[in-house]
Structures are given as structure tokens and as C-alpha cells.
């Protein structure tokens, strides 16, 4: 017998789903109340926890709570891909095996990234700005936007996302060099595929720098002031990975001196965006509130993660996207 916490939004949409995936499943579902608790003894049995979207974030000190009291608790399936947060690392210190559902929000990350390089190579902010202005403003000569076509993106980061998105990239024409540690794959969508410590040689050559990596110790701050005065002039980034990736105030300060072009981001160092940040009035930046991910789809691609790894959970298999302990 399995004993699984799950919300008890969960439970009321999924549970018979959960048991009819195979037998011997005892599901505890938290308290429709986020300030409710669960009994002790009802932790105590615990063996399996799911942290699914509906608990983020109205849920979430309920569910970690209950968790955290869980002593029999073995492993631990998330929602969501990143798990920089510091309760994962608590959780793999205790021995809880843990489990991501990385990719099932890889093609809206990616189609959204694409979204943003395309308007910015596009000049749509230029546009958008006058239309607000019921301004007639077209493009003149001299001010034309470069083709894609034969312009270079390097992909920081090529786990699920970071490879959708090279995909989607080459299929513009733009040659793309993937940053990754493990070796080249022979389905890998890239022209090139290089380690991280080619990045800083790539870096003069990148019209497009594509931020798609998880947040470690080593890619904290790893877009620096550095990183930034390598890139050529009228280079731009694209950040949908975490903001600390890219120390913010020399992004800042190379957009303001025009030497950066322009950039799409979806994440920040403070989040939400704080309402003084100049980035907000940057007519060559677009912002969006780290909803890149946003799509009616996700949910049902989470659960089709986590059943087919309580299926192999049950029967002693390797889990899909497991985080090892660093």
C-alpha cells in the first residue's frame, strides 16, 4: 500500500484517475482550507507527496508543512522543472527522492521566447508604441530590421525548453549554438552544441543570447557586465530561465547605453518587477510577469508526468527526471 498526499483540488479531479492507475494506492488529500492541518498520524503515513499547480502558492506552506512532518515521506513529485527553492535542497538532504515535471511546459516556454525574439527583430515595440499613440509610423528606409536569416542565437541551457526553443529557432533560419555539459545527441535541434565553458568565445558572435538554464551555484550571475561587454553591438537577450542568471543592473545599463539592442524577459532578480525598475519604460524591452509557461495544456501533461512515474515507482523502475543530490 502506497500512501500519496495530493491537494484536495487533486483528489476531487483526479483521484479516481489515481485509482485506477493501479492498486494498492491510499490517498490523504490536504485541507480545502489552506490554513488547515493535517492530523500527525495522517502525516505519519505518508510515503508519497505530489506538489501540483493548484497549490502553488495559496497552498503551498500548507502542503510543504505537511510534508516536512512526514517522516516516512520517500519521494516527492513537483509541478513545476526548477527546483532552486530551498525546501528541495531540504528535502534531498533528508533523503526524499525527488522528481521534476520538467518539459511540460516546454513548448509555451519556447513558443513564448520566439514570440518575444520575433517582435523585437520585427521592431513590433516601435509599432505598439505608435498604435497606443494612434500614430502612423512605418518603418523607413534606414531603419529597416536585419533579416534572421544567418544571425546566430546561442541557447544557454539545452534541457527541454532550451532545445524547443533551438528548434523553433533554426526553422527561422538563425544558426544556433546550444550550451549544454552532456555530449551532442543525434536529435539534438542545434547547428552546434558546445560546453559552458565555450560560452565566453561564443559570446562575440551572438546576435541573439537565449537564457534557458536551470539557476545553480555555477550559472548564478553568469550573464555579467563581463558577459554583456562581450557581446557584439546590437546583440539582445532573452531570459525565461530565472532573473539571477543575469546580473540585472549591467543589463540595465548596457540597454540604457544602446549597446544591447533589446531584450524579452520574463524573469527578474525581485519579483514581481519592482514598479521603479527603469526596465518597465525601456521602449526596446518587453516584460512579461513569469507567465512564459502559461497554457490550459500544462496541467494534463504534470499529471501524464507523474503517472507514468508512479507506475515505475510502484514497480521499482527509474524515475523520469529525478534530481540528484549535488
Keep these: 500500500m502506497t500512501t500519496l498526499l495530493v491537494s484536495h483540488q487533486f483528489n476531487a479531479a483526479h483521484g479516481a484517475r489515481i485509482a485506477g492507475a493501479g492498486p494498492g494506492a491510499e490517498i490523504i488529500a490536504l485541507p480545502p482550507d489552506p490554513a488547515g492541518r493535517l492530523a500527525d498520524a495522517e502525516c505519519a503515513r505518508v510515503e508519497v507527496a505530489f506538489f501540483s499547480g493548484d497549490v502553488f502558492p495559496d497552498f503551498s506552506r500548507q502542503f510543504f508543512s505537511s510534508v516536512r512532518k512526514a517522516p516516512q515521506l520517500k519521494w516527492l513529485h513537483v509541478f513545476n522543472a526548477g527546483v532552486d527553492h530551498p525546501i528541495y535542497t531540504e528535502m534531498l ?32 515595440p516601435r509599432w505598439l508604441a505608435a498604435q497606443r499613440a494612434r500614430k502612423w509610423d512605418p518603418v523607413r ?55 559552458p565553458a565555450a560560452l565566453p568565445d561564443l559570446l562575440p558572435q551572438c546576435d541573439w543570447l537565449i537564457v534557458a538554464c536551470p539557476l545553480t551555484p555555477g550559472t ?38 544602446g549597446r544591447l539592442a533589446g531584450a524579452y524577459l520574463d524573469v527578474f532578480e525581485t519579483e514581481p518587477l519592482p514598479p521603479e525598475s527603469p526596465l518597465w519604460d525601456m521602449k526596446n524591452v518587453l516584460i512579461t510577469p513569469h507567465n512564459s509557461s502559461a497554457a490550459a495544456g500544462n496541467d494534463e501533461r504534470v499529471l501524464e508526468i507523474f503517472l507514468d512515474n508512479l507506475a515505475r515507482w510502484r514497480r521499482g523502475a527509474p524515475l523520469v527526471n529525478e534530481i540528484q543530490r549535488q
Excluded: C, H, Y
Design 93 to 124: 538532504e533528508r533523503g526524499v527522492r525527488l522528481t521534476t515535471s520538467a518539459g511540460s511546459t516546454a513548448e509555451p516556454i519556447a513558443q513564448t521566447a520566439i514570440m518575444g525574439l520575433l517582435a523585437l527583430a520585427r521592431g513590433f
Design 141 to 195: 528606409f534606414g531603419e529597416l530590421p536585419r533579416d534572421l536569416r544567418g544571425q546566430t542565437a546561442v541557447v544557454v541551457g539545452l534541457g527541454k525548453i532550451g532545445a524547443e526553443i533551438a528548434r523553433l529557432a533554426r526553422a527561422l533560419g538563425l544558426k544556433v549554438i546550444g550550451i549544454r555539459r552532456s555530449p551532442r545527441k543525434a536529435d539534438d535541434p542545434v547547428d552546434e552544441l558546445r560546453p
Design 220 to 257: 548564478r550571475g553568469l550573464i555579467d557586465a563581463a558577459s554583456i561587454a562581450r557581446l557584439p553591438r546590437g546583440a539582445r537577450i532573452i531570459n525565461i530561465a530565472r532573473g539571477e542568471i543575469v546580473v540585472e543592473s549591467a543589463m540595465i545599463e548596457a540597454l540604457e547605453s
